[in-house]
Structures are given as C-alpha cells and as structure tokens.
C-alpha cells in the first residue's frame, strides 16, 4: 500500500466504501439500508455527497437528529434533476443571444469586425479577447466548423461561426463589452428590456449555468449576489436560486412555451421530492407559482 507522500503529512488518507459509511453513522447519519448506501458510494464519490450532507450539520460532526441516508440520497437526485431542467433553459437564453449580438455586431461592424478593438467600449481588453479566440480555436482544431473555416478561409471566422465557440460566460463579457448603444439595440431588440437589466441577469445566468455545467450543489446554496430587481415586480429579488429562474423567465425567448418547457416541468419534479426537500432552502415563497408561471399561456400543469 503507496502511504501519502510525506511533503504533505496533513492530507488525509483514503477510506473504503465501509470506512466512509462508518463515519456518516458515527456523525447520526441514520442508515437503513446497508447495501444501497454501498451502491451509492460506489458511484458517488463521497466528497460529492458530503456537500449534501453538510445541510444537515448542527455541529462540525453532527448532523440533526433523524437525518437519514435516503433523504440525502433524494435531495441529491432532486438537485441533479433540477440542474439539468436548468440547462435546457439556459439553452435556450444563450442561443438566442448568441444570435442577437452577432447579427447586429456584423452588420454594424462587418464579419471581422469583433477583430477591431474599436468596435467595443474602452474598458475591453482587447489583447485578452483575441488570445481567448486563438485558444478557442486551438481546443476544437476537430470541430468541422474550424476545419472548413482554416481550409477554405484561411482561417478568417466571421463572428456568427466563431460565436458558435463561445461559452456561456465568454458571451457574457463579449456582450458587456460593447458600446452602450449597441448594448441598448441588442437588449431591446431580443427582450425589449434596458440594456442594465440584460447585462446583469446574463451574468447571474452565467453563474447559475456554471454551477449546473460543473455538477455543483444548488439546494440550499446561494448565490454571491442578488439579481437586478425585476421591474413591477411584488417581491423583492435576492441571491437565491428562486431569484436566478424568475430571471431565467425574463429573459427566455419563446415565452408561449414557457409553462411547458420549463414551469410545468418544474411543478411535477417537486411534487415528486416534496416529502424529501424544504422549499425555503431554495428561496420558494409560498405563491412561487403565480410569480413563475406564465398565466398569458395557460395553466402549467401535465397528466
């Protein structure tokens, strides 16, 4: 047996699957079938779950009386749920910016024009900007889009093929970036909002996207910062994840589908959980529905 390299005595040692158990029962963990929660920490690496578990800490090593395994197990399957409901509505957000800042950029600054330091606001790091663009090109030299671009182009990507590259979060900054009339044209075109609430609920949306992409916990974790207050709307906005999907409502583009994209969806998954999960955990207030649901396209219910 390899012991832990001796330069760093104060990292712990690795546990088995019945060493890792022991301990969750020696914090009150209440285990009622053995051989499930084996199952699980065969395939859940136990530093993943201890996220989850932490919700029920009262003490450093003790968790509230009757927390039992299966109700972590489905806090964590409602989480990975809820994440991946998430993304298909973030999905939907990023593509129709995506369309957005390259229509208008091209035709206001030309296919190439993204590569003029000019055509953003004075706080863009240029330099910066176009090593990311190399280095986003270099990491997907397989994609046939590069390919065709390089071989045919001479490696010239006009801004809607190169856009195809960008994350979440690149889209982002190239969006906060921009002069603030262009800013304006985008934002009411795409949303008919004021540029200041679309610059900051797509940063809150890249947050949230970046913590559904990397698998992290949502329940009962806030956000670093609350989103820009909604106009007209009678609840005052905070840094949880309640907060961050009334911001995904606003800016999701084809609200007629909404209900069944996304709010029905939403309604039977914590049906479903309801036994296992506290809503308050995730900043739900008691009328949740009537502030996310669309009521202009019908009840958001499924049989």
């Not at 916990?217 to 910062?225: G, K, V």
């Amino acid at each position: 047996m390899i012991k832990n390299d001796q330069r760093y005595p104060r990292v712990k040692s690795p546990a088995t699957i019945e060493d890792q158990i022991e301990k969750l029962k020696s914090r009150g963990c209440v285990i009622e079938d053995y051989d499930h929660a084996v199952c699980a920490l065969s395939n859940i690496n136990y530093y993943r779950l201890a996220h989850y578990f932490a919700v029920f800490l009262e003490t450093k090593n003790r968790y509230r009386e009757g927390t039992s395994f299966e109700t972590v197990m489905h806090i964590y399957d409602f989480d990975r749920l809820m994440r991946s409901l998430l993304l298909t509505g973030l999905e939907e957000v990023e593509i129709t910016m995506r369309a957005n800042i390259s229509n208008y950029h091209a035709l206001k600054y030309g296919a190439l024009g993204y590569l003029n330091e000019a055509s953003f606001d004075n706080r863009h790091n240029h330099k910066t900007f176009l090593k990311k663009i190399d280095r986003m090109i270099e990491n997907n030299t397989g994609e046939q889009l590069v390919t065709h671009h390089m071989k045919k182009y001479g490696g010239a990507f006009p801004l809607w093929v190169i856009m195809e590259l960008f994350s979440f979060g690149n889209l982002n900054i190239f969006y906060s970036d921009l002069k603030v009339e262009d800013k304006r044209a985008i934002a009411e075109n795409a949303f008919g909002l004021s540029y200041r609430y679309v610059e900051n609920w797509l940063q809150c949306l890249s947050e949230l996207r970046n913590r559904c992409a990397h698998y992290n916990r949502l329940y009962a974790d806030p956000f670093p910062s609350a989103p820009r207050q909604i106009p007209d709307l009678e609840y005052n906005m905070s840094n949880t994840l309640f907060d961050y999907m009334l911001v995904l409502r606003q800016l999701y583009p084809r609200s007629e589908i909404w209900n069944t994209a996304f709010a029905g969806k939403l309604i039977l998954l914590i049906s479903e959980y309801s036994p296992y999960i506290e809503l308050y955990r995730i900043g739900f207030p008691a009328n949740w529905q009537e502030l996310l649901v669309d009521k202009t396209d019908g009840p958001a219910e499924f049989s």
